[in-house]
């Protein structure tokens, strides 16, 4: 009796503590947007809020969390029993300082204090930078330069801050010392200095934050590539057209016809193919696009004035053309994913949970966009957003949704946008401009891909994605280029073929955007004038690739796949078509470790193509897409191509079937052995005589 007595008064209490931990997370819930503006400056505070509400019913001692609300409100105090831990010096924090102006009326001020300063990256604090000696100041210009390496080309600076991440502040006359020591230093390095933002510091000063970039350069500026995907008639192309020409849409479409390439394209508004629009920042941060005394200009242009491109995919939204929205984010090795979002459909549906999961899946770093917030209803508006963030709190993607606001928002996002965890979401009008100047402030702060620099220095490599004979030049073909430096004039191989060889060509000449260049980089999409090739003897998937790699074709691979999505089951001999960078083919598979695969199941495989040998790489990514089934993959191995004798049958005379070994391993072309009319009348001819 005194047992059951007891055990019921550990579940009355137990049940208690859990309703008392539900309360506390909806009233987390309740203020997310006060979260973003005030506190969570960074990723990091918003997880340490979730990991002390997540285990609020395990702790033994008492913690009290202050959720500072705006500064027109109080402050509001919420007492959670959480375990005993220690924070440390790794995150960033956030006081509140209390002004007593002498009547009363006292005013709040949230200090934001960053992380702990590192030696790699291109983030550098500074307390102060007044009056440096010569030899100081030639200190830090080669500091200065580092950071702009590793930023590929820009760096921000901390003024204000310390080395372990406080924000102490400066005075106005000390912070414009500081930051004409900090102009001196850019313009040695032929850089710019443009300030992003200003915030309050411990002492009563100020704390700046300054964005270093170098000036515009044809022969070498930063590109990031950003796909474009989401659902049919979200928005994606209108979004384009207003950042690409910075004229708003009329609501009936007129933007999107600066970016469609077909007629069909126009009189349905739908996009069938693959499109790549692009939008310039100069050294300044200004849009150079539509900044000036023309009313537009063209890609060369845009690229002579800019010191870092954004290239826009646009990709297809209907379902009927996943094959090619597939083909674009693979091939174009994206270095961010935006996702487009209708505000009048009630969440995400249709094809835009599957292109989320495909970036997700391939880790591309995604950020949202949700167009015509003009046209939906608030209700309507905040089940749209309701659904977003539970899609991306799921077990299945396990981000950080945070909603920009203002510039504060938007800095904090592009900091920490990196890190594959944070995913901003952005709510924009196309017809009525609102927040569009916040979305073209992120993409200007959007940071490079730190994995080019050293790619660049390994031989060089381009998959070619396209492929086109124009008169006059000759054969034509464009790409990415994945490895290395090509320049104009030198010989490199291309392949593989049919038969798995590799071809010598020389590139006569090198074009980026439009615009002729001597070489290229790692990052960067060119097309090349090839000399000594025809244009029917490349084909998408192919690579030109330097003789020093000793490249070799594959026709099999072994990989570690995950089933996303089958409605039965897959055991040996499934066929389906593999989308790994540019290359598509169908290929089977030949071996696995288990008897079936289903939903959701991990396993080692080996894939066998059907029709040709491609040229892969250990490491690369791959999607498997057969009808609604589809799977993701890495490659772990490659097995070497071996050359197959190939039958042709042809008639005789006589109507006999005779089998003709033809062995192509020396790389010979294969005539097409057939009878001619001509053959065929001679033979009568000779049967009748």
């Not at 059951?4 to 309703?19: F, L, P």
């Not at 004409?180 to 390095?189: D, F, I, Q, S, V």
């Not at 443009?194 to 350069?217: F, H, M, N, Q, W």
């Not at 394209?265 to 696009?289: L, M």
């Amino acid at each position: 009796m005194d047992y059951k007595v007891k055990q019921q008064k550990q579940q009355t209490k137990k049940a208690s503590t859990t309703t008392t931990s539900k309360n506390m997370v909806n009233h987390k819930e309740q203020q997310p947007d006060n979260l973003v503006k005030s506190i969570t400056k960074s990723t990091e505070e918003l997880t340490i809020q979730e990991n002390i509400l997540s285990t609020s019913t395990s702790g033994q001692s008492t913690t009290t969390t202050t959720i500072i609300q705006p500064l027109t409100t109080t402050t509001t105090t919420t007492t959670t029993t959480t375990t005993t831990t220690s924070t440390t010096a790794t995150t960033s924090s956030s006081v509140l300082i209390e002004n007593d102006n002498g009547n009363g009326n006292g005013s709040s001020v949230v200090i934001e204090h960053l992380k702990p300063e590192v030696e790699y990256g291109n983030i550098e604090y500074k307390l102060q930078l007044i009056n440096p000696t010569p030899d100081r100041l030639e200190h830090l210009t080669s500091q200065m330069k580092w950071r702009i390496g590793e930023g590929a080309g820009e760096c921000l600076y901390e003024l204000g801050v310390s080395d372990d991440g406080t924000a102490v502040g400066l005075s106005d006359e000390d912070m414009k010392s500081s930051l004409e020591t900090l102009n001196k230093m850019a313009k040695k390095l032929n850089a710019d200095l443009s300030v992003i933002r200003e915030r309050p510091g411990l002492s009563g000063g100020k704390v700046v934050e300054a964005l270093i970039r170098k000036y515009a350069s044809t022969e070498d500026f930063s590109e990031i590539r950003v796909v474009c995907c989401g659902n049919v008639d979200a928005g994606k192309s209108t979004l384009l057209g207003v950042l690409k020409c910075g004229v708003l849409d009329d609501g009936r479409g007129k933007a999107r016809l600066n970016v469609f390439r077909h007629r069909h394209e126009v009189e349905s508004g739908r996009t069938s193919s693959i499109s790549q629009e692009i939008v310039g920042f100069d050294s300044k941060g200004k849009i150079v696009n539509y900044n000036t005394l023309h009313s537009s200009l063209s890609p060369s242009e845009i690229c002579e004035s800019s010191s870092k491109i954004i290239t826009f995919v646009d990709l297809a939204g209907h379902e009927k053309y996943l094959k090619t929205t597939l083909f674009g984010m693979t091939s174009s090795s994206p270095d961010y994913c935006m996702i487009a979002v209708g505000a009048n459909t009630m969440g995400a549906t249709g094809m835009c949970k599957e292109h989320l999961g495909i970036a997700l899946s391939l880790h591309i770093p995604v950020y949202i966009v949700i167009t015509k917030i003009d046209r939906a209803p608030e209700n309507v508006l905040a089940a749209t957003m309701t659904d977003i963030k539970k899609i991306l709190r799921g077990p299945g993607a396990r981000k950080l949704p945070v909603v920009i606001k203002n510039q504060d928002d938007v800095v904090v996002a592009a900091r920490n946008f990196v890190s594959d965890r944070v995913v901003p979401i952005f709510t924009v009008s196309n017809v009525t401009g609102e927040n569009l100047d916040l979305l073209r402030m992120f993409l200007n702060l959007l940071p490079a891909r730190k994995e080019w620099e050293s790619l660049a220095l390994k031989p060089a490599q381009l998959d070619i994605d396209s492929t086109w004979n124009v008169s006059g030049v000759g054969t034509v073909v464009s790409g990415t280029v994945m490895k290395g430096v090509i320049t104009a004039g030198e010989t490199l191989l291309i392949g593989p073929d049919d038969s798995g060889n590799f071809i010598q060509t020389q590139v006569k000449s090198i074009h980026t955007k439009r615009l002729p260049v001597k070489h290229v980089k790692a990052g960067q999409t060119a097309s090349l004038a090839l000399k000594r090739i025809k244009k029917e003897q490349i084909r998408k998937g192919m690579v030109i690739i330097h003789p020093s790699a000793k490249p070799q074709a594959t026709r099999e691979f072994v990989a570690e796949v995950l089933i996303l999505f089958h409605s039965t089951t897959i055991s040996k001999n499934y066929e389906s078509v593999i989308h790994c960078l540019s290359t598509t083919q169908s290929a089977r598979l030949i071996e696995m470790d288990k008897e079936v695969l289903r939903t959701g199941d991990r396993a080692r495989v080996k894939f066998r193509y059907l029709h040709r040998p491609q040229f892969l790489t250990v490491g690369s990514k791959f999607v498997i897409r057969e009808g609604r089934s589809k799977g993701i993959g890495r490659i772990i191995e490659l097995c070497p191509f071996v050359v197959e004798p190939i039958v042709h049958k042809i008639s005789n005379a006589h109507g006999h079937s005779n089998a003709h070994l033809t062995n192509i391993a020396n790389g010979g072309a294969i005539k097409k052995q057939t009878v001619t009319r001509a053959q065929r009348l001679k033979i009568k001819t000779s049967t009748d005589g």
